[in-house]
């Protein structure tokens, strides 16, 4: 075999270990790879827990935990019996609380303990929105409720605006006779109000 032949051979030879090479590294490595990566995704973001869905039972998980994982605390004041009076009686009290009207939004927002984390004064009913009662604005209909909305506190010993939350469901309920329902339209208990202050 001369020396052409070897060197030829050689060639190919090289060829050939390169695409056994090319293909172990397309079907053994990259595959190894993408799992690898995928294991190292799902460790650094979890699948969420039963802890972090929400409960089929309601009332069943401990009072901390539903508050760390509520985005959102809600209380809808529904009145006994709207009427124009009742839209009075709703203008006033805001005054009293110093709440000031939102007018993009459409709500009204009181400061509370924690003005960077007001409280929300909304329309019980769709599509949410409340007229400018301040400035003598009326719907076609009376205000037949309004919901409180607010952020619960990243840590919960800073509570302050919760407690101010349940203090202003509770006075509404009773200036306006009206029942409070918490956020699954159930009658709202202590314990619903224990929960969202944190207790």
Same mark, same amino acid.
């Given at each position: ?13 090289? =060829?050939? =270990? ?75 009290? =805001? ?32 599509p ?15 205000i ?9 506190p ?6 302050q ?32 109000y ?6």
């Amino acid at each position: 075999m001369d020396r052409t032949t070897t060197i030829i051979l050689l060639a190919f030879a090289s =060829l050939v =270990l390169g695409a056994m090479a090319t293909a172990i590294f397309i079907y053994v490595i990259v595959p190894w790879r993408r799992r690898r990566r995928a294991a190292k995704e799902k460790a650094a973001n979890p699948a969420p827990t039963q802890a972090n869905s929400p409960p089929e039972q309601p009332e069943t998980s401990t009072p901390a935990k539903r508050t760390n994982n509520v985005k959102q605390h809600s209380l809808f004041i529904i009145f006994d019996q709207p009427s124009e009076r009742s839209d009075e009686r709703l203008a006033e009290w =805001l005054r009293e609380k110093e709440a000031h009207y939102e007018p993009l939004k459409k709500v009204f927002l009181i400061n509370g303990q924690q003005p960077a984390n007001p409280i929300t004064i909304a329309n019980a009913f769709l599509p949410g929105e409340l007229p400018d009662l301040f400035r003598d604005e009326r719907g076609s209909e009376a205000i037949k409720g309004i919901s409180l909305i607010v952020k619960p506190p990243l840590r919960k010993r800073r509570n302050q605006q919760m407690i101010v939350f349940v203090e202003l469901a509770k006075e509404a309920a009773t200036l306006f006779n009206a029942n409070v329902l918490n956020t699954d339209h159930q009658a709202a208990t202590e314990e619903t109000y224990a929960q969202i202050i944190g207790e």
